[in-house]
T-cell receptor, first 114, second 112 residues
């Protein structure tokens, strides 16, 4: 049973560029959430996708956008990158249809903005 | 913003000893979950405790929840070197895998 997978593992971009991160949820899961974790901090919620729609959103600017595909995989897009966007981006999946509360995390994508 | 705080921020103990970490939060919750993170990698789910539960066990882990004090503790018994990691508590307010709000974590080091 495959767990949550994310790609790429590492990414280096320069200020002003755009980036796309990808996530495949755990088999059978229907919901994907994205979190940003700055160095030495706890993860911060960006947004959550369910049934291909944004279900909830945290306090992140519109530069952060996402998408969920019919196979439940998801993308996180960040436009006009800033130095402060450097962080570990974590994807988590869950099975909302069955009312499950546990979220399972992937290994993360380390984004460095120069 | 963070929901709450873990205490202590860092903990260093000898292998075989017990480790206790505390978590405080600010608002009412539905669930509280504990996660482990090794060296800036992904989070591993350890245990979930619901707001109507007071204590839960899983292997060497024991979690307590006191909703009147808005606090939780995670006890790891008979620690091992492999337990070296950062531990985070996370809360949600509504049922159905809603957004998790994390604390800043406790960095646990187990010395051989």
């Amino acid at each position: 049973d495959a767990g949550v997978t994310q790609s790429p593992t590492h990414l280096i971009k320069t200020r002003g560029q755009q980036v796309t991160l990808r996530c495949s949820p755990k088999s059978g899961h229907d919901t994907v959430s994205w979190y940003q974790q700055a160095l030495g901090q706890g993860p911060q919620f960006i947004f959550q996708y369910y049934e291909e729609e944004e279900r909830q959103r945290g306090n992140f600017p519109d530069r952060f956008s996402g998408h969920q595909f019919p196979n439940y995989s998801s993308e996180l897009n960040v436009n006009a990158l800033l130095l402060g966007d450097s962080a570990l981006y974590l994807c988590a999946s869950s099975l909302v249809k069955q009312g499950a509360d546990t979220q399972y995390f992937g290994p993360g994508t380390r984004l460095t903005v120069l | 913003s963070q929901q709450g705080e873990e205490d202590p921020q860092a903990l260093s103990i000898q292998e075989g000893e017990n480790a206790t970490m505390n978590c405080s939060y600010k608002t009412s919750i539905n669930n509280l979950q504990w996660y482990r993170q090794n060296s800036g990698r992904g989070l591993v789910h350890l245990i979930l405790i619901r707001s109507n539960e007071r204590e839960k066990h899983s292997g060497r882990l024991r979690v307590t929840l006191d909703t009147s004090k808005k606090s939780s503790s995670l006890l790891i018994t008979a620690s091992r070197a492999a337990d070296t990691a950062s531990y985070f508590c996370a809360t949600d307010r509504v049922r159905g895998a809603q957004k998790l709000v994390f604390g800043q974590g406790t960095r646990l080091t187990i010395n051989p």
